[in-house]
């Protein structure tokens, strides 16, 4: 979990300038405790939590009164976040990034978050509870365009691989099951040696 904070910080290139988040996700999930709390922790920014539950109004009064530079959450969060600045129409600072995760993020909603939230870059994660968070995220490179259609590239000291159904890498571009290897994996399901079995393979993928 420290380690998968740690790199999800400097893909946010935390390690290179102070960063204050505002941290709309729960934190009992895995976007929350770790995206959020332990990549802040590691790499010295300030969390900002604006509210007990998700409030878009007070996010948005948030990222002003704190001056956040950072903006985290889902994307069910930014289109609610869009929506009320639309409505509100206050005067945001700029936003060096916006980060989302946890579904599918629309090529629309990038270009709305970027426009109506005034953020600079967006960027995407993808990940599991079962993989302590993130496996896939947005380089610090990597072009608007791109970001708008990629969920990321393979984070730090993670293996990835797409199989068919008998446990055999398929090409590129064809469908297939995703299998992450690495030290971000859960070591098994609590009293559950059978349904570890099932998506825990021997040689740890």
Known sequence: MINNGYHVGTRHEFDKRYSRVCLNNPL???????????????????????????HPESSLKTIISEKCNVLYGTPTMFVDLVAKQRELKLELPEIDLANTGGSVCSPQLVRDVTKVLNVKKMNSVYGLTETSAVVFQSLPSDKSELIEEFVGTVSDNLEAKVVDKDGNAVEFGMPGELCIRGYCNMLGYVDDEQKTKEVLSADGW
């Open 28 to 54: 009992f999930h895995v976007y929350g405790c770790i995206i959020g709390t332990l990549n802040s922790l590691y790499h010295g920014a300030t969390m900002v939590l604006p509210a007990p539950h998700f």
